[in-house]
Structures are given as C-alpha cells and as structure tokens.
C-alpha cells in the first residue's frame, strides 16, 4: 500500500509541475496547446506533412477539406503561428512575383507524429466516446 501512496505522490508533484509551467500565458505548454486545440492548426500542420506547399495550394487544400473556408487574413495569422513556434519553415522564393513556400520543420514533424497518434487514439476510442456522451445526453 506503501509503494501506491508514493506513486501516486510522485505523480501528483509531477502534474502539479506541468500544471505550474502551464499557467505562464506566454509560455510554450500553454500556447501550444491552445494553438493544436484551434480550428486551423493542425489541419494544416497535417496537411504539410505531405510535402512542401506554396500558399495557395495549402488555402486551396485546407478549403477543399474543411466543412468551411479559411480566410488569407486567418491562414496567414496561423502560419505566422506555427512558424514562430518553430513546426513551419516559410520560404521565399525570388521570382515576379515573389512565391513562398511552406513546408514542416524537424520539430514540425515531431509535432505531426504526437498528432497522428492522438488522431489514431480517438479512432479507436470514437465508438466508447460517442456512447459515453449519449449517455450523458440522456439525463
């Protein structure tokens, strides 16, 4: 009994660590978070790892799977996001008119195999998940 009090000990002090660095609004635990958990985000981080894409070709393939379109002014804001976050490279090509690329960075797609194996989780789960919140629903 010993042995389960110290274990759950140790990972209450781990939980409340994360929890602490995850209260700094600024900070990488909570922004990025926020930002996976956003509409937008992990659309495109998915959709980049199929390769490098110039802005419309990633605006036309976000709007071609989308149940909405995203606007330039939202894919813009969420690109700049996800480049200073470091899971994006943007590159400028010099040509008239100058094109820019996009395409996944190491930690990029790092990011994106985390994601696959959320994705792949709840795909497993999907049918318990749907029949916990019927169950739920029914009160």
């Not at 379109?69 to 700049?80: A, F, G, H």
Request: charged share 25%.
């Amino acid at each position: 009994m010993d042995g389960l009090h110290s274990q759950q000990n140790v990972d209450l002090e781990e939980f409340r660590r994360r929890v602490q660095q995850g209260n700094d609004p600024h900070g990488p635990v909570r922004e990025t978070l926020s930002r996976l958990g956003d509409r937008w985000t992990p659309l495109i981080l998915m959709i980049l790892r199929t390769g490098i894409m110039r802005y419309t070709q990633l605006l036309k393939e976000i709007n071609s799977m989308a149940d909405s379109p995203v606007s330039q002014r939202i894919l813009t804001l969420k690109l700049r996001a996800c480049e200073r976050d470091g899971f994006i490279q943007r590159t400028v090509i010099p040509t008239v008119p100058p094109q820019v690329e996009y395409g996944l960075t190491d930690l990029g797609q790092a990011m994106v195999q985390e994601l696959n194996r959320l994705i792949g989780w709840l795909e497993v789960h999907e049918v318990q998940i749907n029949a916990c919140r019927a169950e739920y629903d029914a009160h």
